[in-house]
């Protein structure tokens, strides 16, 4: 009777998983903390910033995130340094041009090198994900190691009681070079760097009804 | 009545600045001085920022749930080297003018 039962248990919990849906992950987050960092080295000191105006759908299924897919998008006006002369630069059509390019985008093709491990809050997935990265109206696939932790249930932790829903948090940091998405390719390089350090850190959410 | 008749001497002439600065000069060379004495005080006073100058301030914040690191920028002004720079400058040029433009003594024969 007992084999019966775990037997049974079992073929629940397999159909379960066999059955189980990917999770869609809004990621403008209410508390508006995702923010993607961005440094360039200079003269006198290296140019850093951020953009906080973070938009996108990611798919997720926790049983399976070699599956993933999703596109993140990242208003380029948002883009600040603590200088306003410099983020005006930064913005104009010598450098980003945000009027003619308002956005920059990723669209997540394929994760590879797929590890999963349990955390204490739910799961974490490292992985290497390749996609299509989009500046300056400048598309490139580029492929860069990425962290995703799943946080089930954690979503009332963050807003307020009863509101349930899960959380994913994904961080990955990469270096791009100007030249690759036309940000003045060749020029002043002896006074900022062609490499641009880019460190992504955003959380989706999913609330359950 | 006739009248005066110009006078030959120069006894009435004031007299010529060739030993003297005026005192003009001298008021804008010590205010040029405290010009630059002055911006590097604030400079100084304001953290020694060898940065560029921010008009806003990056405070790093932390999200508990996620650990996720974010900055929230408050508005502060923090001169750097181009402000002392710009401001050194001024001040020297301030000081530097009264070292030009002077007019030639004019000696009356």
């Known amino acids: 009777m007992k084999n019966i039962l775990t037997s049974a248990l079992l073929a629940l919990g ?11 992950f809004d990621f403008k987050d209410p ?7 961005f440094k360039l080295d200079a003269i006198v000191e290296a140019i850093s910033g951020h953009a906080n105006g973070i938009t996108g759908i990611v798919s997720f299924d926790p049983d399976a995130p070699e599956a993933t897919t999703g596109k993140i998008i990242v208003a380029a006006n948002t883009m600040t340094v603590s200088n306003t002369m410099m983020t005006q630069h930064l913005r104009s059509d010598q450098w980003l041009d945000v009027a003619a390019n308002p956005e920059i ?56 009681p009863g509101n ?29 760097s062609d490499e641009i350090g880019l460190y992504v850190a955003i959380v989706g959410t999913a609330p359950k009804s | 009545m006739a009248l005066p008749a110009p006078s030959t001497t120069t006894a009435s002439s004031p007299p010529p600045p060739a030993d003297g ?37 990056a405070a790093p914040k932390l999200d508990e749930v996620t650990g ?42």
């Open chain 1, 105 to 160: 985008t990723f669209e997540l093709g394929k994760l590879s090198n797929v590890k999963t491990t349990d955390v204490p809050d739910g799961k974490r997935t490292t992985a290497d994900v390749t996609g299509k990265l989009t500046i300056k109206g400048v598309t490139k696939e580029i492929t860069t190691p990425v962290k995703i932790t799943y946080l089930p249930d954690a979503l009332e932790k963050r807003t307020k």
């Open chain 1, 31 to 37: 508390k508006g903390v995702n923010n993607v960092q």
């Open chain 2, 21 to 57: 600065i005026a005192g003009w000069r001298i008021v804008l060379r010590i205010f040029g001085a405290f010009f630059v004495l002055a911006i590097f005080a604030y400079w100084a006073a304001a953290g020694w920022n060898r940065g560029w100058t921010k008009d806003k301030i």
């Open chain 1, 164 to 192: 349930k829903g899960d959380l994913l948090v994904v961080r990955a940091e990469f270096t791009v070079t100007r030249k690759d998405f036309g940000i003045k390719p060749g020029q002043m390089e002896d006074k900022v």
């Open chain 1, 14 to 24: 397999l159909a379960g998983s066999l059955t189980a849906t990917p999770i869609s």
């Open chain 2, 68 to 109: 996720i690191e974010y900055v929230e920028f408050q508005d502060r002004f923090v001169p750097g080297i181009d402000f002392l720079t710009l401001g050194s400058c001024i001040g020297i040029a301030i000081a530097g003018s009264t070292f030009f433009f002077r007019k030639k003594p004019t000696i009356t024969p």
